[in-house]
Nanobody, 123 residues
Framework: VQLQASGGGLVQAGGSLRLSCAAS????????MGWFRQAPGKERELVVA???????YYRDSVKGRFTASRDNAKNTVYLQMNSLKPEDTAVYYC??????????????????WGQGTLVTVSS
């Protein structure tokens, strides 16, 4: 299984970025997919999870600004990030939980991880 994340970059506050996570060796709609982020000196945290059913769970700080989606035909998940803030600066990771754990916000529930893509939001 490989998860290939891309789309990070440098953007000014208020700007937008779209992250992509392409999967191989795994059918995304049979797993829970998560987008996590880790800022320097901080713990990795869940940004959004997309369950196999298609339902989503967002952390409060990104609700209304970030949108996660899944393209089953391309076996890819996306994270559209709008109205970015400096506090969104982090390395973003996509991850797959093939066991459909209940604890979707727990990084340890996820079996496979992408390599991470850096998002930097300048003020």
């Amino acid at each position: 299984v490989q998860l290939q994340a891309s789309g990070g970059g440098l953007v000014q506050a208020g700007g937008s970025l779209r992250l992509s996570c392409a999967a191989s060796g795994l059918t995304l709609n049979k797993a829970t997919m998560g987008w996590f982020r880790q800022a320097p000196g901080k713990e990795r945290e869940l940004v959004v999870a997309i369950r196999w059913s298609g339902s989503t769970y967002y952390r409060d700080s990104v609700k209304g600004r970030f949108t996660a989606s899944r393209d089953n035909a391309k076996n890819t998940v996306y994270l559209q990030m709008n109205s970015l803030k400096p506090e969104d600066t982090a390395v973003y990771y996509c991850a797959a939980d093939i066991h459909r754990s209940v604890s979707i916000s727990d990084a340890q529930s996820y079996d496979y991880w992408g390599q991470g893509t850096l998002v930097t939001v300048s003020s």
